[in-house]
């Protein structure tokens, strides 16, 4: 295996709990030139580090082995990831509304003999009647279930669908045979009673917890988007000596590419002709514009404040500032926490388990459990399938890592994985390398020092005059504390800004210069 190796994350369609994930990851381990594997049950991807000459035909093999399909690469974008996720929580909001109000039907004539307009009905037709109302529920809204059983049973391997497939339909054939062969129970001297309510109610509790669970994965993975959407869409080229726009997407290295004030800077490139000053804050936290000069560098998803530029196209795609982050945030979401890890090791024993537990359960009830022994035999190894379900135990250590990472990556933290969230507890010293502060992204005015014969509201007063038509940060933050005071501002004339200086108005025919100590020594102010 060559030192040099390769990460691939491919998305994953199938999992449901964690049993999924080992067996994944067992799969593909046992893939030739495969180093290193992390299965995310939340962000529902494989995290995979190999050898370059392995050919990816073969990971997506691996996984379809196990059971499970792999989208190609190329159709995972965010937005056809958002597309499937909204159609996947529409279809199982569909089916558990179905399931639930049919469930709460069943429930109802479980309960016949009590409710005065059913209790002089005959019990086999009563029987019959819920045969049809669970039935539908049982292979249409459960069928995902059994598909999903089914497909772990041709590899010899069971997940939570094989639970749940298993448990709601001992409840449901039980029924079945009572409501069309009670006379099998009466010869051996059973009662012929139907639990097709139990089966009905127990799929719809499980699709509520799948749709509460895709609802969950959607906000979650929002962050990722919301990193996406700082990405301007489009990029004004300079192309056969003509001013072009085209989709960012088609920007190449060597691009000469135009910027003026107030748009996104597209891609990250050197400034080769122009001056402005760059708000930068979405990369470093810094509040205050960068200026920019020609041979400056310039970072993709920025703001440009003041004055037009053309810079040449340095990294663009999969290699700008801003897909990198987009990457270590997802590669954050999707690493795993070491105790992840033992519950993932744990679950791939644990539906073997539980379905050996459920089979014990069924025996001893049947064998000495008290009349009738086969229908309580019956009810409690369902409860023992269907209560075992493992999907917490897989779900709820990934889904905290994507909330942590998200929420971080929203306020502008980067986290670079689960155990660092796991550890961070132990944090009792942070150093910050900055200047003894932490800032909120926006300047603000702290202070006004007047000299000899000025009032302060009268000094903001002019300031903030001159910088009502400035872009400046620093000049927004001016403006804002002369509002917060109630002080009135007037229109500045002859306005003019100063790269790399400051700003220049007229008030009340006064000049009045506000800018940095170049600016004053350039004016031929004194300065202490």
Known sequence: MSAKTERATIPIEGMHCASCVLRVEESLRAVPGVCEVAVNLATEQA?????????????????????????????????????????????????????????????????????????????????????????????????????????????????????????????????????????????????????????????????????????????????????????????????????????????????????????????????????????????????????????????????????????????????????????????????????????????????????AVAAATFVIWAIWGPAPALTFAVLNAVAVLIIACPCALGLATPTAIMVGTGKGAENGILIRGGEALETAYKVDSVILDKTGTITSGTPALTDVVAGDGWREDDLLRLAASVERSSEHALGEAVVAAAQSRGIETVEAREFAALPGLGVQAEVDGRTVLLGNLKLMRESGFLTG
């Open 47 to 355: 995290t995979v580090r190999y050898d370059p000459a392995t050919p990816a035909e073969k990971l997506y093999r691996a996984i379809e082995r196990a059971g499970y399909r792999a989208r190609p690469q190329a159709l995972d974008t965010p937005d056809a990831r958002a597309e499937a996720r909204a159609r996947e929580e529409r279809s199982l909001w569909r089916k558990f509304l179905f399931a639930g109000v049919t469930g709460a039907l069943l429930l109802l004539l479980s309960q016949f003999q009590h409710i005065p307009l059913l209790s002089g009905l005959p019990m086999g037709t009563v029987n019959v009647a819920s045969f049809l109302l669970a039935t539908p529920v049982q292979f249409w809204a459960g069928w995902q279930f059994y598909a999903g059983a089914w497909g772990r049973a041709r590899h010899f391997s069971a997940d939570m669908n094989t639970l749940i497939a298993v448990g709601t339909s001992a409840a449901y054939f039980y029924s079945v045979f009572a409501t069309f062969a009670p006379g099998l129970f009466e010869s051996a001297d059973l009662t012929a009673d139907v639990y097709y309510d139990t089966a009905a109610v127990i799929i719809a509790l499980i699709l509520m917890g799948r749709y509460l669970e895709a609802k969950a994965k959607g906000r979650t993975s929002a962050a990722i988007k919301r990193l996406i959407g700082l990405q301007a869409r489009t990029a004004r080229v300079l192309r056969d000596g003509r001013e072009t726009d085209i989709p960012v997407e088609d920007v190449i290295v060597g691009d000469i590419v135009i910027v003026r004030p107030g748009e996104k800077i597209p891609v990250d490139g050197v400034v080769m002709e122009g001056r402005s000053a760059v708000d930068e804050s979405m990369i470093t936290g810094e509040s205050i514009p960068v200026e920019k000069n020609a041979g400056d560098e310039v970072i993709g998803a920025t703001i440009n404040k003041t004055g037009s530029f053309r810079f040449r196209a340095e990294r663009v795609g999969k290699d700008s500032v801003l897909a990198q982050i987009v990457r270590l945030v997802e590669e954050a979401q999707g690493s795993k926490a070491p105790i992840q890890r033992l519950a993932d090791v744990v679950a791939g024993y644990f539906v073997p388990a539980v379905i």
